[in-house]
């Protein structure tokens, strides 16, 4: 059963490229927003990601869940409601491609398995 996301900003689905990086950045954005206090690994939360500064810029960091189902459990919107309205802005960069994505305050994240 495919996992289909959509991030809707101003009223308009994002363009994003489905992939590893931004499924990943939509689960770690929700949680941190919702569940700060959640641990990702042990004495390790998800409000204690903090940021890091690539070449003169600060990004935030991000979880990666391997295991594809690791979120299931999470008590967030997004995965108890299949959608979660973003409360505040985070930025992110791929360290594969070094793409930057900006969530905004606003943006609508939405997940759903068809």
Known sequence: MPLNTQIVRDGKILPVRWGYWHVNLMFTVTTVEQEPDREYAEGKT????GTFEHEGQTYDKWVGFETGVYYLGFETDLCRKGEQTLTAAHRYIDPADGEVFEFLPGDVLRA???
């Open 46 to 49: 998800f409000g204690q990601l």
């Open 112 to 114: 759903w398995r068809a």
